[in-house]
């Protein structure tokens, strides 16, 4: 005897791993052949990549339109500030005119002439 002997009970568990290996193969065959269960999962893949990507997006477009309202919402307060400030100096600027300041007894006394008018005219109605 040259080489070393193999027993029946190796020569069986060779054979075991052997047939489990074949079957593993012809597993993986089967399932690259059912294209409709490929087609499926590959779907499903994509699916999901899609529904990743729209969150994705959704969540970004919603950063984005929080900023420009933000943005949107200081430049209105920066605006309305100037707006005020604006009416403040003008409504100070119409007090201290001089115009005003030498005609304001005048319209006074167009007002008083007008409402004794009124009062007169309807007193001599009654």
Not at 22 to 31: F, H, R
Not at 45 to 74: F, G, L, S
Request: proline share 2%; hydrophobic share 40%; charged share 30%.
């Amino acid at each position: 005897m040259t080489g070393p002997e193999i027993s029946q009970e190796e020569i069986q568990q060779e054979i075991e791993r052997t047939r489990e290996r074949l079957g593993e193969t012809v597993e993986e065959l089967a399932a690259k052949a059912d294209v409709k269960a490929r087609a499926q999962a590959k779907a499903t893949h994509v699916k999901a990549q899609a529904q990743t990507k729209a969150a994705d997006v959704k969540t970004k477009a919603q950063t984005k339109a929080n900023d420009v309202k933000a943005q949107a919402q200081t430049k209105a307060n920066d605006v309305k500030a100037q707006a005020q400030t604006k009416a403040t100096e003008l409504s100070g600027q119409v007090r201290r005119s001089q115009v005003v300041q030498r005609r304001w007894p005048l319209a006074v006394a167009a007002g008083v002439l007008v409402a004794g008018s009124v009062a007169v005219w309807r007193w001599r109605k009654k």
